[in-house]
Nanobody, 129 residues
């Protein structure tokens, strides 16, 4: 299971750190993705860490978020994070984390939500002054 949290109302230019707590599998070795769905738009992939046998997966970012979003993980807490800086109005969306502990997720699979079978409930980020 995945539990996303950390969303809220933030002013433009602000920062947030979203959390995704995993249970039933370890974040060290499994691919985990972050997705978002803005109002009236389709869900899009924004960041992901690939599966890894040594716990050192590759991190992928969508072009639209490179430089402002940072993916990280805390093995001790079995949690991954998405740090979002310099928030913009267009970042307003429901943010989801997703994984598929039964599958090997390579970096090239990150942009495609069909590769992720387990989804958290989403956390709402609203960027507004």
């Amino acid at each position: 299971q995945l539990q996303a949290s950390g969303g809220g109302l933030v002013q433009p230019g602000g920062s947030l750190r979203l959390s995704c707590a995993a249970s039933g599998f370890t974040v060290d070795y499994h691919g985990i993705g972050w997705f978002r769905q803005a109002p009236g738009k389709e869900r899009e992939a924004i960041s992901c860490i690939s599966s890894s046998a040594d716990g050192d997966g590759d991190i992928w970012y969508a072009d639209s978020v490179k430089g402002r979003f940072t993916f990280s993980k805390d093995s001790a807490k079995n949690t991954v994070y998405l740090q979002i800086n310099n928030l913009k109005a267009e970042d307003t969306a429901v943010y989801y984390c997703a994984a598929d502990p039964s599958a090997w997720i390579a970096t090239m699979a990150c942009p495609y939500e069909t590769n992720f079978r387990s989804w958290g409930q989403g956390t709402l980020v609203t960027v507004s002054s």
